[in-house]
């Protein structure tokens, strides 16, 4: 089993920033890709931005320039570095580990990017 828990979230005024974590445990071998999802009320999920097991990353367009993914092997984490936040970013925001043909998904952390 792999265990994904995303921290972080919270309230911030628009042109802010936050940064999300994701801490990944349990049998994390083999892990090929770990990735930020964003679900808004009303809307479908989409993907924000993912980081492969070789450190290839790629983002969304949407937020592009303005969130960065990253991770730290040692602590077995990834974080999404949100800067320049819009009220369109309010979402709950969620961590996804990928592991053959299995994602595992955390249970997400609310961003809420209002005044």
Known sequence: ??????????????????????????????ISML??????PGKQRELVATIHSG?????ADSVKGRFTISRDNA??????QMNSLKP????????RATRGAIGHWGQGT??????
């Open 110 to 115: 609310q961003v809420t990017v209002s005044s």
């Open 88 to 95: 369109e970013d309010t979402a709950v925001y969620y961590c």
């Open 55 to 59: 450190g290839s990353t790629d983002t």
């Open 1 to 30: 089993q792999v265990q994904v828990v995303e921290s972080g979230g919270g309230l911030v005024q628009p042109g802010g920033s936050l940064r999300l974590s994701c801490a990944v445990s349990g049998r994390i071998s083999s």
């Open 35 to 40: 990735g930020w999802y964003r679900q808004a």
């Open 75 to 80: 602590k077995n984490t990834v974080y999404l």
